[in-house]
């Protein structure tokens, strides 16, 4: 009896210690990042002979684990992008970088010029808030470039951590596999902890999948499907390259043992602060980048058209106030042939330009087709331009559209290209920093029209010349007649003759005839364009006039007190000049002002942060929570310990007095039989 006691009470003090390590080990470890509370259970001996076999074990929701780690991965997601998008956020919207003022500022100093244009200070201002708005547009673009710049430092250290994370995962795996999974070499519970630990932290990287081994090991996947950390402890890591942009940090995966073998990444579903990044870069700084280049360029290219249609104050046809920078196409990896693309605005198309970047496709040896490419470097659909019937080297415009639309670009290609190869064109990237002023002298600004128009005192009806429209002042624009090289007109100035019958004659100072425009009525529209010349302007007629009267049509040579062009480029202040997207359609609006496309994307700047503050507000409640789950069960808990510390001690020392007393009947016993 007394060896019963003897072996009951020696397994009790045993457990009973057992409990008092386990429960000290949680103590002593509830500080350690990444510790799982233990817990020992044991069986009863059979026959009622004392404690059986003990198990420790980790408590812990596998569950529960997984929901953490999901929600850890929308949190930095969120916070990264947050993070990010304020700094875009506080740019904008700080007054003293708003592009709209230096708009706004240019527009005035233009009225102002129209008010006296022959005052040679009046237009220098002109070119003074010209530079200013420039160096608005290059001073945003710079820090919007340098927030480029700063998250591919940054993605640059989150993939070195990334592969840190699936290194440790990798090496755990394997130790933990090599103790197998039978109960005679049981896995040390840190291996445990350290690895799932090291998978939370990789889920802060990258959202992830984790599936278990038979030999015990943890198998993780990114949710696009690629698995990083394989059996046997295999891995694969992640690189950064960028195709065809090098500028452009992009991710794939390469094999640890042959770095030479990769798999390109989704980067649309990584998750985590990998994910945030890439997101905020296609959401908010590709975007913002693009539309800056788009609201430069369109704003350049109106001024620069409008003011090649006027007269300035040297007495010659307008000339570029802007010079428009040249984009070169990126070439993909996959290319085989030798071309090189290259891209600029055609002139006065502007306002066709989308602010996006184009894929150009050589689909056949002697076609091409240009598509607009979304956010995400994704085809838009229905924007395919196909140009055909084309020999290279090639210059291609609008006019080989049969849309007549080529997303106001001017593409070139030099050089031998082969079916299917790619260039990628991004002529916004860098267009807002590298547009430069084409001229600083103010005579430059063309204020006044080239042509003026007058009647004959000595006509007996009353009619008279409106609505002069100055559309191009491009030498030879009609085949014998239009503007000279640099000021005047053909063979100038002309007379219109109105000669009965509804019909007006227009010939030159020579005698030869330049238009002949007959209508069926009295309403006398367009009269270059009733009598099918284009001389690059036109005008109207209003009023009943006599047989026999006439008009002179001339250069308005000494005209420096005109400010009709003037007026006209003040009306580009309102005039809808910046497209809204690739696709054109036949209703609704496409295009809007300089201000409104400005307040436009500070507006999506605004709105993108706003949307990114409240998720991360959402998933941090929902992160808070699920740890919260999750601590209720694996945390350690000071007064739950503390509590079986004291029941621990104390079935410790009932256990002693088992022994005690079994010492006390054994030497009884002995006593007995002396």
Same mark, same amino acid.
Request: charged share 20%; proline share 3%.
């Given at each position: 009896?007394?060896?019963?006691?003897?072996?009951?009470?020696?397994?009790?003090?045993?457990?009973?210690?057992?409990?008092?390590?386990?429960?000290?080990?949680? @103590?002593?470890?509830?500080? +350690?990042? *990444? #510790?799982?509370? %233990?817990?020992?259970?044991?069986?009863?001996? &059979?026959?009622?002979? $004392?404690?059986?076999?003990?198990?420790?074990?980790?408590?812990?929701?596998?569950?529960?684990?997984?929901?953490?780690?999901?929600?850890?991965?929308?949190?930095?997601?969120?916070?990264?992008?947050?993070?990010?998008?304020?700094?875009?956020?506080?740019?904008?919207?700080?007054?003293?970088?708003?592009?709209?003022?230096?708009?706004?500022?240019?527009?005035?100093?233009?009225?102002?010029?129209?008010?006296?244009?022959?005052?040679?200070?009046?237009?220098?201002?002109?070119?003074?808030?010209?530079?200013?708005?420039?160096?608005?547009?290059?001073?945003?673009?710079?820090?919007?470039?340098?927030?480029?710049?700063?998250?591919?430092?940054?993605?640059? @250290?989150?993939?070195?951590? +990334?592969? *840190? #994370?699936?290194? %440790?995962?990798?090496?755990?795996?394997?130790? &933990?596999?090599?103790? $197998?999974?039978?109960?005679?070499?049981?896995?040390?519970?840190?291996?445990?902890?350290?690895?799932?630990?090291?998978?939370?932290?990789?889920?802060?990287?990258?959202?992830?999948?984790?599936?278990?081994?038979?030999?015990?090991?943890?198998?993780?996947?990114?949710?696009?499907?690629?698995?990083?950390?394989?059996?046997?402890?295999?891995?694969?890591?992640?690189?950064?390259?960028?195709?065809?942009?090098?500028?452009?940090?992009?991710?794939?995966?390469?094999?640890?043992?042959?770095?030479?073998?990769?798999?390109?990444?989704?980067?649309?579903?990584?998750?985590?602060?990998?994910?945030?990044?890439?997101?905020?870069?296609?959401?908010?700084?590709?975007?913002?980048?693009?539309?800056?280049?788009?609201?430069?360029?369109?704003?350049?290219?109106?001024?620069?058209?409008?003011?090649?249609? $006027?007269?300035?104050?040297?007495?010659?046809?307008?000339?570029?106030?802007?010079?428009?920078?040249?984009?070169?196409?990126?070439?993909?990896?996959?290319?085989?042939?030798?071309?090189?693309?290259?891209?600029?605005?055609?002139?006065?198309?502007?306002?066709?330009?989308?602010?996006?970047?184009?894929?150009?496709?050589?689909?056949?040896?002697?076609?091409?087709?240009?598509?607009?490419?979304?956010?995400?470097?994704?085809?838009?659909?229905?924007?395919?331009?196909?140009?055909?019937?084309?020999?290279?080297?090639?210059?291609?415009?609008?006019?080989?559209?049969?849309?007549?639309?080529?997303?106001?670009?001017?593409?070139?290609?030099?050089?031998?290209?082969?079916?299917?190869?790619?260039?990628?064109?991004?002529?916004?990237?860098?267009?807002?920093?590298?547009?430069?002023?084409?001229?600083?002298?103010?005579?430059?600004?063309?204020?006044?029209?080239?042509?003026?128009?007058?009647?004959?005192?000595?006509?007996?009806?009353?009619?008279?010349?409106?609505?002069?429209?100055?559309?191009?002042?491009?030498?030879?624009?009609?085949?014998?007649?239009?503007?000279?090289?640099?000021?005047?007109?053909?063979?100038?100035?002309?007379?219109?003759?109105?000669?009965?019958?509804?019909?007006?004659?227009?010939?030159?100072?020579?005698?030869?005839?330049?238009?002949?425009?007959?209508?069926?009525?009295?309403?006398?529209?367009?009269?270059?364009?009733?009598?099918?010349?284009?001389?690059?302007?036109?005008?109207?007629?209003?009023?009943?006039?006599?047989?026999?009267?006439?008009?002179?049509?001339?250069?308005?040579?000494?005209?420096?007190?005109?400010?009709?062009?003037?007026?006209?480029?003040?009306?580009?202040?309102?005039?809808?000049?910046?497209?809204?997207?690739?696709?054109?359609?036949?209703?609704?609006?496409?295009?809007?002002?300089?201000?409104?496309?400005?307040?436009?994307?500070?507006?999506?700047?605004?709105?993108?942060?706003?949307?990114?503050?409240?998720?991360?507000?959402?998933?941090?409640?929902?992160?808070?929570?699920?740890?919260?789950?999750?601590?209720?069960?694996?945390?350690?808990?000071?007064?739950?310990?503390?509590?079986?510390?004291?029941?621990?001690?104390?079935?410790?020392?009932?256990?002693?007095?088992i022994i005690s007393t079994s010492q006390t009947v054994f030497d009884t016993l002995l006593a007995a039989v002396r």
């Amino acid at each position: 009896m007394s060896d019963n006691l003897l072996r009951i009470g020696t397994s009790a003090v045993l457990a009973s210690n057992t409990l008092l390590n386990t429960t000290s080990n949680n @103590i002593a470890n509830i500080n +350690t990042p *990444g #510790y799982v509370r %233990q817990r020992t259970e044991f069986e009863s001996q &059979i026959l009622g002979l $004392g404690v059986g076999k003990g198990t420790t074990e980790r408590l812990v929701s596998e569950f529960t684990l997984k929901q953490m780690r999901r929600d850890t991965s929308n949190f930095t997601y969120a916070e990264a992008y947050v993070s990010e998008a304020n700094r875009v956020d506080s740019l904008f919207s700080n007054p003293a970088n708003s592009i709209a003022t230096g708009i706004n500022d240019l527009f005035r100093q233009v009225q102002i010029a129209n008010n006296e244009p022959a005052t040679l200070a009046n237009r220098q201002l002109i070119i003074g808030s010209s530079q200013a708005l420039l160096d608005k547009f290059d001073t945003l673009s710079s820090l919007v470039l340098d927030q480029e710049s700063f998250v591919n430092q940054q993605m640059e @250290i989150y993939v070195d951590e +990334t592969n *840190g #994370y699936i290194k %440790q995962i990798a090496s755990l795996n394997k130790e &933990i596999a090599s103790y $197998g999974t039978g109960s005679s070499r049981p896995i040390p519970l840190d291996l445990l902890d350290k690895r799932d630990k090291a998978i939370l932290d990789l889920s802060e990287m990258v959202e992830i999948n984790t599936l278990d081994a038979a030999n015990g090991e943890k198998l993780v996947f990114m949710t696009t499907g690629q698995a990083i950390v394989v059996e046997q402890g295999n891995f694969n890591l992640m690189a950064l390259r960028g195709d065809p942009d090098p500028s452009r940090r992009e991710l794939q995966l390469e094999l640890s043992a042959r770095s030479s073998i990769t798999r390109d990444v989704n980067v649309k579903e990584v998750g985590g602060k990998i994910g945030g990044l890439i997101a905020f870069r296609e959401e908010v700084l590709d975007p913002t980048q693009n539309r800056l280049g788009q609201l430069a360029l369109s704003m350049a290219d109106a001024f620069n058209s409008q003011n090649r249609l $006027g007269m300035n104050l040297n007495g010659e046809l307008g000339g570029d106030i802007f010079r428009l920078p040249a984009a070169n196409g990126l070439a993909l990896s996959s290319n085989t042939g030798t071309a090189v693309v290259s891209s600029v605005i055609e002139p006065g198309k502007g306002t066709q330009l989308p602010p996006n970047d184009f894929l150009v496709t050589v689909t056949a040896a002697d076609e091409i087709t240009v598509q607009a490419l979304d956010v995400k470097g994704n085809v838009i659909t229905g924007s395919d331009k196909v140009i055909s019937g084309l020999t290279f080297p090639a210059t291609i415009n609008s006019d080989d559209v049969a849309s007549d639309d080529l997303f106001g670009l001017q593409i070139t290609i030099d050089g031998a290209p082969a079916v299917n190869d790619q260039f990628i064109l991004k002529p916004l990237a860098t267009a807002s920093r590298t547009i430069n002023m084409a001229t600083t002298r103010p005579e430059d600004i063309a204020l006044a029209s080239p042509v003026r128009t007058e009647f004959n005192v000595s006509n007996l009806g009353n009619a008279q010349i409106e609505g002069l429209a100055v559309t191009d002042t491009t030498p030879a624009t009609a085949p014998d007649y239009g503007f000279e090289a640099s000021a005047g007109l053909v063979n100038g100035p002309w007379q219109m003759t109105y000669v009965g019958g509804d019909t007006f004659e227009i010939v030159d100072n020579l005698g030869n005839p330049v238009a002949t425009a007959a209508f069926g009525s009295g309403q006398y529209q367009n009269i270059f364009e009733q009598a099918g010349v284009d001389v690059g302007f036109d005008f109207s007629v209003t009023g009943v006039p006599s047989i026999g009267d006439t008009f002179s049509i001339a250069y308005n040579a000494g005209g420096f007190n005109d400010n009709r062009n003037g007026l006209a480029m003040a009306a580009l202040q309102t005039a809808d000049t910046t497209r809204l997207n690739a696709l054109s359609t036949s209703t609704g609006v496409n295009s809007v002002s300089f201000n409104k496309s400005y307040g436009e994307m500070v507006s999506l700047i605004g709105e993108r942060t706003n949307q990114a503050r409240n998720s991360e507000q959402a998933s941090q409640a929902l992160l808070e929570q699920t740890t919260a789950w999750y601590e209720s069960l694996s945390g350690v808990s000071l007064d739950e310990e503390a509590a079986n510390l004291v029941r621990f001690q104390q079935t410790y020392a009932a256990a002693s007095k088992i022994i005690s007393t079994s010492q006390t009947v054994f030497d009884t016993l002995l006593a007995a039989v002396r």
